[in-house]
């Protein structure tokens, strides 16, 4: 059963006013437990209005939305959605506001009422999942931190919660290119170890590629292509968009086989483009 | 959210109408000529003459009436409160005896006319922030307080401290939408019957703003200063404002109705 179940999602925001603005029209899919999901879409394409669905922060202006077999429609679902699904916003770190990291971390768990152990624990736990040590990081000041550092402490005061599934708005943007990997490996592992479902905004293909199964497309609020990263990649409707910039060995690989090449368009990692290319060489050489 | 719903009270909404294209100063001196003749004089009389020149503007500027009614429910409880304030403390004959306390004639009047006088000067204000940018706006606000120069009073300083107060007013309210957001899938409790918990949920909103603002604030000063901005006056405005036959009408439509006003006292 998909823990995230989008049907016909439509969205307008300020209706009836001269501001009105459809961001979402009609958009369908769904999302298994443990699956990771990529999002892709230029800017202002309806990611961000989408994911706002998936805890119930928006309610859907026509078409439904399940989440945990909850109706996002009810309002009382809606209030209680963010104890199963964490929200990463875009530039999370904006967002903190306690006087040290521990009990900024430990925000979200002390919401959900549980014992100051447990607390304890949770924020520990979280703050080693990110790659913080507890002990340095705990008692200092976010503000002392650098960007990168507390971004990670945004992070793991979502992580303390333990949701289900875990949504995350563009997690690496503004990121030195370690910053951006370590965040990666961490959204990898976490779905891998802790079998959370991910959904994660990227307008970085390279990105998605590498983690996501599944991919969305949105272009002005239209899903126009959703399925297996392969499959999508392949498809010209998506390497015609504007915006999408393909890693250039795919770039490559695609332009061969346009050219009628022998190639197969069918991978997506750099080493699967190098073994085509030195297949393709050989046989020029025989 | 309330703010998702809706508008904000008195945006700016950009339209055509003949209302929009007066000269900011005209408005801006036309809505102060209404307010003030309902402030000096509150016969029922100068009420009308006042609230129909508003809805005739209204009417003119093609903005929804019930957009701009809509504001009013938010103010519904200083216009109850003024009107029973009125009725029960005004001294004068007593109409009638509520609990101990005498409702006079008196006070019925005077708390009508408050209530009256209070809608004009709502619906004048926000007629003229929904019709006017704030860029426009600002440049009026200038312009009017321009010959206090010559008091040594930096006029120019306090517009650009206006312009960019107003400029900002939508990317802050903006910032805290998000903010907010982002602390309610937290689980901030915004709409906790508890009042020391919604408090707290607030300033987990609050601290985050208020350091983002002061980061612009720095931001921009720098910004503003690598591109060579020093204040005084020696700044100009691109699109200089200018009177035309549209203003001069309004100008004296709305002063015939002040000196209308006044001498009817």
Not at chain 1, 93 to 112: C, H, I
Request: glycine content about 8%; hydrophobic content about 45%.
């Amino acid at each position: 059963m998909p823990v995230i179940d989008v049907q016909n999602l439509t969205h307008v925001y300020l209706p009836g006013t001269p501001y009105e603005k459809k961001a979402l029209d009609g958009v369908t899919l769904s999302v298994n437990q443990g699956e990771f999901l990529g999002v892709v879409g230029a800017n202002g394409s309806g990611k961000s209005t989408m994911i706002q669905h998936f805890n119930g922060l928006l309610s859907p202006t026509a078409g439904k939305v399940t989440i945990c077999g909850w109706d996002t429609a009810v309002k009382q679902h809606r209030n209680e959605l963010w104890k199963k699904v964490g929200l990463v916003f875009q530039y999370p770190e904006q967002q903190l506001f306690e006087a040290t990291v521990f009990d900024d971390v430990s925000y979200g768990p002390r919401n959900l009422g549980l014992s100051s152990p447990d607390i304890e624990r949770r924020t520990i736990e979280a703050l080693k999942k990110v790659g913080l040590e507890p002990d340095t990081v705990a008692g200092l000041s976010p503000i002392c931190l650098s960007g990168g550092l507390r971004r990670r402490v945004a992070i793991a005061g979502v992580l303390a919660m333990k949701p289900e599934i875990l949504v995350l708005d563009e997690p690496t943007a503004g990121l030195d290119p370690l910053g951006k990997e370590m965040i990666l490996k961490l959204i990898k592992k976490l779905q891998q170890e802790d079998h959370i479902t991910i959904v994660m905004v990227s307008h970085s293909i390279r990105e998605i590629i590498l983690l996501a199964g599944r991919v969305a497309v949105l272009e002005k609020g239209r899903l126009i292509a959703f399925g297996n990263i392969k499959e999508v990649l392949r498809q010209e409707c998506f390497q015609a968009l504007p915006g999408v910039m393909l890693p250039d060995y795919l770039q490559l690989i695609y332009t061969l086989a346009g050219r009628g090449k022998n190639v197969n368009t069918g991978i997506i990692t750099l080493a699967e483009a190098e073994l085509e290319i030195a297949k393709l060489l050989e046989e020029k050489n025989k | 959210m309330k703010q998702e719903k809706g508008l904000k009270l008195g945006q700016f909404v950009l339209g055509n109408s003949v209302i929009h294209q007066l000269d900011p100063r005209t408005k801006i001196i036309g809505c102060f000529i209404v307010i003030f003749s309902v402030l000096m004089n509150f016969k029922w009389y100068v009420i009308l003459l006042n609230i129909s020149i508003i809805i005739a503007a209204i009417f003119l500027s093609r903005v929804k009436i019930a957009r701009v009614l809509r504001g009013l429910r938010k103010l519904k409880f200083l216009f109850l409160l003024s009107f029973i304030f009125q009725a029960v403390l005004t001294s004068g004959e007593p109409v009638f005896y509520l609990g101990g306390v005498s409702v006079t004639r008196e006070g019925i009047d005077l708390g009508t006319s408050t209530i009256f006088r209070l809608l004009i000067l709502y619906l004048g204000s926000s007629l003229l922030t929904m019709t006017t940018s704030p860029l426009k706006l600002a440049s009026g606000i200038e312009s009017l307080l321009s010959p206090l120069h010559y008091l040594k009073i930096p006029v120019s300083q306090f517009s650009i401290l206006i312009s960019t107060a107003l400029r900002f007013i939508p990317t802050i309210i903006e910032e805290a939408e998000i903010i907010t957001r982002a602390q309610r899938s937290r689980g901030a409790q915004f709409n906790s019957p508890h009042i020391f918990t919604r408090l707290k949920s607030f300033t987990a909103v609050l601290v985050p703003l208020l350091a983002a603002s002061l980061q612009r604030a720095s931001d921009l000063a720098a910004a503003m200063e690598s591109r060579c901005y020093t204040g005084g006056s020696s700044r100009i405005r691109t699109g200089s404002l200018r009177f035309k036959e549209k203003d001069g009408l309004a100008i004296g439509l709305v002063s015939l109705a002040f000196v209308l006003s006044v001498v009817l006292i």
